[in-house]
């Protein structure tokens, strides 16, 4: 990765280019056009009407009018920042939990699977064919209180144990903290499987046997070279998995309770039921502001500027 | 990976042409940042919008003689179906005996998505699909205030004289001048006894008895919820002040510090309750019928505080064309042997006076369900929701909304 980096650019200053025509000049920009409209249209617009009405002031029935007010943001930040810090919190945990299980999955369908490979590939993609709604909805018949795993994990004490540090409460799963994690982990896990599958399934075995060669042992092989390379795959799995789950509502909503909500409710309520839309705006934009900066650090952090 | 990307030239992308990298990158920044600013700033300017309502109505023409048709938005399963024709007996009367021919939409599945779908329509001065449509009381009372519904004529709708009496001042619609009910319901204590063996009988006992600890939900309906609680305080839903609403507020909070409450629910609760996961919960007797059909061993009690009680109701678009259809519709169904005809397959309440003596001709047995046909002394029990200013419903909301988590 280091070693990459450091690569000098090559190309772009070593020649002088040509004097372009006019119409040469302006082709590149015709070529962006396309997607520049789709970005403007589908992206500036709504962001910025967004923060537009983050910072009117009014209700519904008397209408909003535009007043700077900036107050919107702070309102929302003294009332809402538990359901803030949940939603960053249960993110993380599912985003943490989904590599654990999904790294041990792609390496084996990369390096293991053989024939069974692409099989295994769509059994990955297979839980898209049924509504989200629906799948998240089965999780509640599933750890429902009197169900099997329910009583088996009652029954080895484990739930005494999450009880214990706060992820359980009565000895349930369900309307808990732990069910929404794991609905969340359940829910991107192929978001995170997919993209680590594709950067360790292009990496050279040959590699593996140099080290090999070099009296490296499997192990060490595996931290010098195989985690090293899936790094971008780590990266992009993590932004695909954590940046919709630290939005996500849906599993709150019905895996949690109101002790479980997360900023997605937050904005849901404020938007439908208490149809206070210039709030909701402001916490709309505030969790998208979140959600970049932590995502800018994130990407600096792990020098993959280049990357994503 | 890495090393294709790193093959591109740095700064400038292969589609901007070769000649130098800086100057492609600058122009385009600042091409960006100068027509996002102006863009904000035209936004911005132009941005305020004004309120919803509509002021000063002028009733427009009435085609109800010359064009004879009508249509009607409704709940899903509604009104009465023939199961073996899928024709709709009480409706095709309706079409036989006045020669108006009705289109009738299931349209309406929740009072705010509907009044997202018509607002923009109404406010902008149009007519919308619907001639009549169906809403739950407090949408009422918001399409009141904002001008969005007209006043009927009552002599189209000369039976609406057997409206329930307790029906008839209702307090966002005094004297039903604007709404007529079209089915009713009571919100009050639905339960499983063969989760903990214990009858639940109180909201006092729902919210505190610890052996329910994490077996209770209630719904996310504020003035059902907090209804009830209000009634078991001792207090009126239908005349309360802010503090009292705010005690009750306080009593709910405690329950879900403490975990009493195990979630608020929509119209998912029966699941739960029917699984077990629930002993007992805040429920609409509609829902309960249903779920007795698998789960017969299911309870529905009224709390002696009191329990709540909602309908949904007719009401009349403003720009609609077909007014007087529309009331003549109203008027048919206020008779009771439609309204016995209909009922009999809703299994909600009928508003209408005269439906227990025509249900004893059409089905005998239906009588004997106290939660399709309840009691004089449950009915004096059953109080609706004050109604409310945009002011006061917006800070009921925003209570509620926190305790369940928003």
Sequence with gaps: ?308 | MPRQQQLAPRGGHPLLGRYPATRASISRRSFVRGSSAVGLAALLAACSTKGIGITGYEPVQDRSDIDKKLTWSNWPFYLDVDEETGTRPSLDAFEEATGISVDYIEDVNDNDEYFAKIQPQLTGGQAIAADLFVVTDWMVAKLIRLGFVQEFDKANIPNAKNIDPQLENIGYDPGRKYSLTWQSGLAGIACNPAVKGIEVTSMDQLLTDPALRGKVTCLLEMRDTVGLTLLDLGYDPADFTFEQFDKAIAKLQAAVDSGQIRRFTGNDYGADLAAGNVAACVAWTGDVVTLQADSPDLQFNVPDAGCTIWSDNFVIPVYTPHKTNAEKLINWYYQPDMAALAADYINFISPVVGVREAMKELDPELLEDPLVFPDEATLAKASSFMSLTEEEENRCNRAFAKLTGA
Excluded at chain 1, 108 to 132: C, D, E, H, N, Y
Excluded at chain 1, 286 to 300: D, E, G, H, K, Q
Aim: hydrophobic share 50%; glycine share 6%; aromatic share 14%.
């Design chain 1, 1 to 308: 990765m280091t070693a990459i980096a450091h690569v000098p650019p090559t190309g772009g200053t070593a020649t002088p280019p040509p004097e372009p025509g006019r119409s040469n000049k302006l082709t590149p920009y015709f070529l962006l056009l396309p997607a520049g409209l789709a970005l403007l249209v589908f992206f500036v617009l709504p962001i910025l009407t967004l923060i537009n009405t983050s910072l009117q002031s009014g209700g519904l029935e008397e209408g909003y009018t535009f007043t700077w007010s900036f107050s919107n943001y702070w309102d929302v930040w003294v009332d809402y920042w538990p359901q803030f810090l949940r939603s960053f919190v249960y993110a993380g945990s599912a985003t943490v939990l989904a590599i654990l299980i999904a790294y041990p999955i792609a390496y084996m369908i990369a390096f293991k699977a053989g024939q069974w490979r692409s099989i295994l590939l769509v059994l990955i993609i297979a839980p898209f064919f049924t509504s989200f709604l629906i799948r998240t909805l089965a999780w509640t018949t599933i750890l429902s209180d009197t169900g099997p795993v329910t009583s088996f994990f009652r029954s080895i004490h484990v739930l005494a144990l999450t009880d214990w540090i706060g992820l359980t409460s009565d000895s349930r799963i369900l309307a808990t903290p732990l069910a929404v994690i794991l609905g969340l982990t359940y829910n991107f896990l192929p978001f995170m499987t997919l993209p680590l599958y594709a950067s360790l399934e292009k990496q050279d075995p040959g590699l593996l046997q140099a080290a090999g060669d070099l009296y490296a042992s499997s192990w060490q092989g595996f931290w010098k070279i195989t985690w090293p390379l899936s790094l971008p795959g780590v990266i992009s799995g993590t932004l695909l998995t954590f940046i919709p789950a630290a939005g996500d509502y849906v599993n709150a909503t019905f895996l949690g309770s109101m002790r479980e909500s997360m900023t997605g409710n937050a904005i849901d309520a404020l938007f439908l039921r208490i149809r206070d839309y210039s709030h909701a705006a402001a916490l709309s934009v505030s969790l998208m502001a979140a959600i970049v900066v932590l995502v800018i650090y994130y990407v600096r952090r792990s020098g993959t500027e280049d990357l994503v």
